[in-house]
């Protein structure tokens, strides 16, 4: 469907109604299409900006606020919001662990998810956004998970594997969702070998090596 110009002005309007300023972001950003659902609709080519804001605008029966960025196809308004890197892993990888799991598994998903992230950034380097919400579900806020994630975060700060093709997301695909695989031997190894396990000859890296081979280290 088209966009209406009431629709259009309400966006205006609640955009100036809303304009506080938050502070500039400081460090890796990642910009993100914030999705209802992980089944939602993604924007069609061509699609267009509408406005930068920094502040709160309310959106499909949604509020947002941040940095953001509207955006529209012929069938809909878009929010992409960039946020710090750091922030994005955390909700990512508190999506894909198990509750189970110890800090060398949750070690080795930081790698995978930060990997998965600065893949999607280079693949998508120039868009309007290099990653969709679709993995960001609500379960960071377990306060024993938030600290151990944090902790695995600072623990392996900066590193990520060679991702000569295109990384996968899951440390251990289904394994909270009932698969049957034993994972008993792995359990308490740290997680440089855990990676090694499951990706043998995979190059592991710093993101400034990365950024010395890519010659960029743009946001």
Not at 162 to 183: I, N, R, W
Request: hydrophobic residues 35%; proline residues 5%; glycine residues 6%.
């Amino acid at each position: 469907m088209k966009i209406s110009l009431k629709l259009f002005c309400c966006i205006i309007l609640i955009s100036l109604i809303f304009p506080t300023a938050g502070p500039a972001l400081t460090g890796e950003t990642i910009k993100v299409l914030m999705l209802e659902k992980p089944d939602s609709q993604t924007p069609s080519e061509p699609y267009e900006t509408v406005d930068f804001l920094t502040g709160e605008v309310f959106i499909n029966g949604q509020f947002y606020s941040g940095n953001l960025e509207i955006i529209k196809d012929d069938k809909g308004l878009y929010v992409v919001k960039t946020i710090l890197l750091e922030d994005y892993l955390k909700a990512a990888v508190a999506s894909e662990m198990c509750l189970d799991w110890g800090i060398e598994d949750i070690k080795a998903q930081t790698v995978i998810s930060r990997t998965y992230a600065y893949y999607q950034k280079t693949v998508n380097a120039g868009k309007n956004f290099h990653i969709s919400s679709d993995v960001l579900q609500p379960r960071y806020e377990d306060s024993n998970k938030a600290l151990l994630i944090i902790y695995a975060l600072k623990e392996t700060r900066g590193i990520v594997m060679d991702f000569q093709t295109p990384p996968v997301k899951e440390l251990y695909p289904g394994a909270c969702k009932g698969k049957t695989e034993d994972l008993s031997e792995l359990k308490g190894k740290y997680y440089i070998n855990l990676l090694s396990y499951y990706f043998p000859g995979i190059a592991i890296q710093n993101t400034k090596e990365l950024y010395s081979q890519t010659g960029s280290s743009d946001n």
